[in-house]
């Protein structure tokens, strides 16, 4: 398990000299995982207006999110290599978690339909909040004091920015209960990554849990009685970007990120995507982007920077 317990999960201490020299060495790689995460971050963020420039249910939209680069990526299993085979709990990790994404998309794609951009990215995006009590509660790693302020800081700036949608709702809808149930998914699909990325590399990783996720979302299709078919050439533009960019780069760049700093870091600056969906949704899609919520996106930001001030993230992960 990565974060302070995965110094454990060799079963041995490791001495203060050998802890200094592996630091030495982790450390450029720690530079890239940040760069990574930031390159998720922007190729994630356009994510909700993709879907929104779609004439397809959500559902089906994430099915073709995952289709294209599952295709793209399948000539891979071809290349010769020397990996060793990945045990039955690995793979089980694996195909559980790529379930997990597909509930994860299939709610947050409809959710997008359902509210706007900004509010289905926001709430969709409450993932910190289940990482960290599931990673407190089931896995008994409780996370340091700094991010659970900046979590909460971030959060009080989410909150700032949905109140205006909030006030026009009498009642909790149907799309941000979707946003929230996404979240809930988003959070197991992390820590199922999590958990086998420090032993399975970025691009196997990336085309197993695929498989996973394809066959999910085919089969919720099928089960919603949903037509695949689509019809004009603008859905296709904004599902190939759908796939390219915020699937294929997007996850890719995050899976890397994942496998050198923890799921409750990782999931933290995930909320950025709340104030980069906001603005392209007030460029692209005409949602107005008021002074609450350049104020809360302030909040968010500042919320993640906190978070990121505990000493050397990175080192708590199983590089």
């Known amino acids: ?64 999110r995952m289709l294209i680069p599952a295709a793209i990526l399948f000539p891979t299993f071809f290349i010769p290599g020397k990996e060793a085979p990945l045990s039955r709990r690995s793979l089980g990790i694996i195909a559980f978690g790529g379930i997990f994404f597909a509930l994860d998309l299939a709610l947050y794609n409809s959710s997008i339909l359902r509210t706007t951009a900004a509010n289905a990215t926001l709430l969709g995006n409450n993932s910190p909040f289940f990482v960290g009590l599931l990673t407190w509660l089931v896995f008994r790693r409780r996370p340091q004091a700094s991010f659970w302020i900046g979590l909460f800081l ?47 590399g970025t691009l196997r990783f990336l085309r197993l849990a695929m498989i996973s996720t394809t066959v999910s979302l085919f089969l919720i299709n099928i089960a919603l009685g949903n037509s695949f078919r ?36 990782t999931s933290l600056s995930l909320l950025t995507q709340g104030p980069l969906t906001a603005l392209l949704a007030a460029i692209l899609l005409h949602e107005a982007l008021s002074t609450a919520q350049i104020g809360g996106g302030l909040m968010v930001l500042v919320g993640v920077a906190l978070a990121h001030r505990q000493k050397h993230p990175e080192e708590e992960a199983n590089v």
């Open 230 to 265: 689509v019809s004009d050439s603008r859905t296709w533009a904004a599902l190939i970007g759908l796939g390219l960019i915020s699937q294929l780069a997007g996850y890719m760049a995050l899976t890397y990120a994942l496998g050198h700093l923890p799921a409750t870091v």
């Open 154 to 200: 971030a959060m009080g700036g989410s909150l700032i920015i949905l109140r205006s949608d909030l006030m026009q709702h009498s009642q909790f809808g149907m799309g941000d209960a979707m946003a929230v149930g996404a979240s809930l998914f988003f959070a197991m699909y992390l820590l199922a990554t999590e958990e086998v990325r420090t032993t399975t």
């Open 1 to 64: 398990m990565c974060n302070t317990f995965a110094r454990h999960a060799s079963g041995k201490i490791v001495s203060v000299e050998n802890k200094g020299t592996t630091s030495g060495r982790s450390a450029p790689k720690g530079y890239l995982a940040y760069l990574a995460l930031f390159a998720a971050i922007l190729c994630i963020g356009w994510s909700a207006i993709f879907v929104r420039w779609t004439d397809v249910p959500g559902s089906v939209s994430a099915f073709y």
